[in-house]
């Protein structure tokens, strides 16, 4: 491995590539320290002082790599992105306009990724709009209420309130744009590098959580356990069922087509890491709506079962049941087996011992349950572990959720990227078959 990465740094286009995405995400880092124009950010230092942030903060924070907490220009951080993206997806199986874009190819994802970036900004100007409008009013998301005689903007005015929420806006349309840039340019999805990188950025500081409350021992502890769940999570990411797939020869005037053979892989996590994100968003809604709502038995009902600054059972419970829901319910949307058998038996081809048309959908939708069925289950334990190491053992647990899905995934997207460059070239590359 340590031959194929310095193999990758002597090809010069490739050495380029690395470097320029490295710049880029230097870049993104160093925008996630710049304060917003308003913000007391010596007062706000001093009350984040030791503090750490729960329910939709920490979830908000994770994914800015800390921006959040320093309400910096890009405070908002790619969390816009993502939820366009996903409104984007759902909205191919509910507007047959959207749908037929992206059955049009390359053009059609065009229009995709441009309506996803207007929605973005959209986004982005109501949560930045929301954000500022809590401050001013004395409420850190995450934090809770500030403490009386303290106020994050001490020039409050109607013009720096908008200069502030440009501000923010813009921040998320720059890093929305120096993701394109690392896509166009650079090594590897952009936009899924931000995230690593932001992600990556807070692991020291939660490693360092806990070795100043458990000590040492219970802190190579954690490393090691955390190592281990990333090789298990490694070979689960990689692991799926290859669907043999046959086409027929065709005449076409005097050239035959077909005759080949391939495959349709179906992986075990096939819906990768949304369905943690969705769960864990309507998860946060009742902990928000306490401060909406004036009934103190909703609010009691709440802090009993669904905080989850404190997971209780059915809490974790329920996360696990929802995260298991919402893997089936995307695999659901984002592959559909009429669709590919339709394809398989316009271009002749077929699945060994299976007829086309009807009975291919229904061999692929069985298949793809019994796998989606063991990969939702995969990701629900996933996704609660570091609750239930919260609840048992008091401290915050960095290996697990979003987190270690969305690091090892796109750490094995960079690196098949990054193979298949010195393959090209002959060199040999990082992941060996």
């Known amino acids: 491995m340590l031959r194929a990465f310095a193999n990758a740094f002597k090809i010069p286009d490739l050495r380029g590539k690395i470097f320029f995405t490295i710049a880029i995400i230097a870049v993104y880092r160093l925008g996630a320290h710049i304060p917003t124009p308003g913000v007391d950010f010596a007062t706000l230092q001093g009350f984040l002082a030791g503090a750490q942030a729960e329910g939709p903060g920490q979830l908000v924070n994770l994914f800015s790599g800390g921006?959040?907490?320093?309400?910096?220009?890009?405070?908002?951080?790619?969390?816009?992105?993502?939820?366009?993206?996903?409104?984007?997806?759902?909205?191919?199986?509910?507007?047959?306009?959207?749908?037929?874009?992206?059955?049009?190819?390359?053009?059609g994802q065009k229009k995709i990724n441009q309506w996803t970036r207007y929605l973005?900004?959209?986004?982005?100007?109501?949560?930045?709009?929301?954000?500022?409008?809590?401050?001013?009013?004395?409420?850190?998301?995450?934090?809770?209420?500030?403490?009386?005689?303290?106020?994050?903007?001490?020039?409050?005015?109607?013009?720096?309130?908008?200069?502030?929420?440009?501000?923010?806006?813009?921040?998320?349309?720059?890093?929305?744009y120096l993701g394109e840039?690392?896509?166009?340019?650079?090594?590897?999805?952009?936009?899924?590098?931000?995230?690593?990188?932001?992600?990556?950025?807070?692991?020291?500081?939660?490693?360092?959580?806990?070795?100043?409350?458990?000590?040492?021992?219970?802190?190579?502890?954690?490393?090691?356990?955390?190592?281990?769940?990333?090789?298990?999570?490694?070979?689960?990411?990689?692991?799926?069922?290859?669907?043999?797939?046959?086409?027929?020869k065709r005449q076409?005037?005097?050239?035959?087509?077909?005759?080949?053979?391939?495959?349709?892989?179906?992986?075990v996590n096939q819906s990768g890491v949304i369905p943690i994100i969705f769960a864990s968003s309507i998860l946060f809604i009742p902990s928000l709506t306490t401060g909406l709502i004036d009934n103190p038995a909703f609010t009691q009902f709440v802090e009993r079962h669904l905080n989850p600054e404190n997971p209780s059972f059915w809490f974790i419970a329920v996360y696990f049941g929802m995260t298991m829901f919402f893997a089936f319910f995307y695999t659901a949307?984002?592959?559909?087996?009429?669709?590919?058998?339709?394809?398989?038996?316009?271009?002749?081809?077929?699945?060994?011992?299976?007829?086309?048309?009807?009975?291919?959908?229904?061999?692929?939708?069985?298949?793809?349950?019994?796998?989606?069925?063991?990969?939702?289950?995969?990701?629900s334990i996933i996704a609660v572990l570091p609750l239930i190491v919260a609840a048992a053992a008091g401290l915050p647990f960095p290996f697990g959720g979003a987190m270690l899905l969305i690091v090892v995934g796109v750490g094995l997207n960079t690196m098949r990227q990054i193979e298949s460059q010195l393959l090209q070239r002959d060199y040999e590359g990082f992941i060996r078959s």
């Open 67 to 107: 921006a959040f907490n320093q309400l910096s220009v890009f405070a908002l951080g790619i969390m816009p992105y993502i939820t366009a993206s996903i409104i984007m997806q759902l909205l191919t199986v509910v507007i047959p306009k959207v749908e037929e874009w992206k059955k049009e190819g390359e053009t």
């Open 120 to 176: 973005t900004v959209a986004l982005a100007l109501v949560q930045s709009t929301g954000l500022i409008v809590m401050i001013g009013q004395g409420n850190l998301l995450g934090f809770g209420q500030l403490p009386a005689g303290i106020t994050l903007i001490p020039e409050d005015s109607i013009p720096l309130r908008a200069l502030m929420i440009l501000t923010m806006t813009a921040g998320t349309a720059l890093i929305m």
């Open 181 to 248: 840039l690392i896509s166009q340019r650079g090594v590897g999805n952009g936009m899924s590098l931000i995230i690593f990188s932001a992600i990556v950025s807070e692991i020291p500081n939660q490693g360092n959580a806990i070795l100043q409350a458990a000590g040492e021992m219970v802190f190579a502890v954690a490393v090691a356990v955390g190592l281990l769940l990333i090789v298990a999570v490694v070979f689960v990411e990689l692991g799926q069922r290859r669907i043999p797939v046959e086409y027929a």
């Open 252 to 267: 076409v005037g005097r050239r035959t087509y077909g005759g080949s053979q391939t495959y349709i892989p179906l992986k």
């Open 333 to 379: 949307i984002t592959f559909n087996p009429q669709d590919v058998a339709d394809n398989m038996k316009k271009y002749g081809g077929f699945i060994p011992g299976i007829r086309p048309g009807k009975p291919t959908a229904d061999y692929l939708d069985y298949v793809l349950t019994r796998i989606t069925s063991a990969g939702s289950i995969y990701l």
